[in-house]
């Protein structure tokens, strides 16, 4: 398996985040954010290690992980493409935003494209609502977007 | 900068920029350099006049004057059309502070939104910037509390809880450690005024918590801060810096001996985390699990010391308040709903935007007003206040004004202020099923109505629409509807059901077989 030294280098990544932040008070979440902005996901084999650098169990860990919708526990795409469902974007057509992106990328929510370029996630709520529907790929927000604005946001990603 | 230079602002905010703010700002500085025009670029925040946004200001003579909404390809045109003084153009739309839409606003929380800079404290002090604080810290901290009483402010977050009470109770709490948390996880959709203060004002929300502090003992500050907002938490990040460098925060705050830190924390998209004890819970860094109450977070909050917890707008009202005095403040408004209301126009609508107004004007009024009905131009059919756990209000009431007594007359709540406005091609069965999905999706599992209740809402809602048993199905659904709002211990279970119960009270044709 080629993923052994991998995840050796992650180990040490890992553990030293979860040191420098053991003393910050709630440090849970910034060390699992930080854990997350380096690798692009927070791996199980992050849990043993966090826990005990804080002294807790890897339930608690564990726990924490998979209660927060932002935390992934793969690997993303090259981009990730969050698609606003709540409210204001339904009000604008973003079920069919949905099944166009579904249709288009081959996946659904939580998946990724076989060719690893995409990610689709849900998002409750851009903060974007006077201009829905909206979406964010990484970082970026777009607002107003229509089907063929779409198009070429997939194109250009 | 020199004082003759012509200044342009495009502004910076999330919203603008996702509509095309920063292309439209490349090509100004594109075709200025082209043409040999010296200018700057400022960028600065939204007005929250989102339907012309990209909107574009150029400062003429001591005016602001707008064009907008411009696209890249217009500015070569703005340019031919002496824009950079004021030029008629297509997109030209007059003195910004006289576009009806602002002018008819009450602007005291959202003042200084889109007029400056947001990385500025330069430019945030000018603008009368800090001057709440100075007029703070010449009081005691019992005659600080005694402003915020005295102009009846209330809970920005939806429950409306007058917040000198809050803020005595954690003054009369004694602790060696206290904290003041701002919640900043805007998470109902429809809303974004709280992402909208700390893109165009960071600092106003600095300088209100920091006279929280100092108001009720604590010394220490966390922003609970969503991670749906990166731009926010960077402007955020920078300013809460900035304060620091100039020693508007830290060990002596404006050498008043005095101590208060502040921070940034990012939340991990749990909507739940929205209510107060779920993200003091997440604050100490664990699942974001509902608290039972009592004890209030005001005598044991974080880490079990007594705790401010505010919303957002709510901490950004609190400058103004010291800069005016509460009996300024307190004169806005109508009845127990003091001061102003911050409605966010969303969804489908013509004129979506920020609407910051006195308590008391209907409904009505300010969809028709300042939305002007729908943006595909079909009939409005329903309009949802309040974010997910919001009724869905009919066009029957809505000469329903806009205060929190009223609203909750109608079985309705404003919430956070934000306003999701829907055409007549709404499928409300959709609607209601969606009310009951997000709260299965986000419901944070401590109490049985709410996460087994919604998961059943979806099953039963799925089975009228496919014309199983509909007659007893329904009734079914208000059973639950009503057990989840009598048996859950926080406002997600307990109101999930409000859409959903609107929806079979204004609405009951969509809720049928199809």
Redesign the interface.
Known sequence: MTEAPASAAHAGTIREIAETRAAV??????I??EIQDQLGYVPDSAVPIVASV?NLSRA?VH??VS?????RRTPPGRRTI?LCR???????GA?DLEARLKEKLGIDFHETTSDERFSLEP??????????P?L?ID??????VTAERLDSLLEEG | MAGDTLRIYVPND??A???GADAVAAAIERTAGERGVAIEIVRNGSRGL??L?PLVEVAVAGERVAYGPVTPDDVPGLFDAGFTTGGKHARHLGATEALPYLSGQTRLTFARAGLIAPSSLEDYREHEGYRGLEAALAMDTQAMVDVVKESGLRGRGGAGFPTGIKWQTVLDTPGTQKYVVCNAD???????A??MIMESDPFVLIEGMTIAGLAVGATQGYIYL??????AIRTMNTAIAAAEQAGYLGADVCGSGRAFHLEV???????ICGEETSMLE???????MVRYRPPLPAVKGL?GAPTVVNNLTTLATVPIIFVRGGEFYRDFGTGRSRGTLTV??????KR???VEIAFGRTLREVLEDFGGGT?TGRPIRAV?AGG?LGAYIPTSQFDTPLDYEAFAEIGAMLGHG?L????DT?DMG??AR?AME?CA??S?GKCTPCRVGAVRGVEVIDKILSGQDEAGNRELLEDLCGTMVDGSLCALGGMAPFPVLSVLKHFPEDLVAR
């Open positions: 008070p709630g440090a849970l979440l910034p699992l954010h804080l608690e726990g924490v209660f927060y919708h932002l935390y969050y709540a409210e204001a974007c339904q009000a604008m079920r998002i409750y709520c851009l903060g974007n609502c006077a201009c829905s909206a964010m970082e970026t927000v777009h607002g107003r | 999330t919203a920029r996702s509509v989102y339907w946004e805007e998470g109902d959709s429809g809303t974004f709280d992402r969503r991670a749906e907002y990166p731009q924390r990012e939340a991990a998209g749990a909507y997440s604050l100490e860094g664990k699942r974001g880490f966010q126009l969303a969804g489908n609508i979506g935007g920020l943006a949802q997910p934000g999701v406005v829907f055409d709404v959709q609607q969606f997000f999706i986000e944070c």
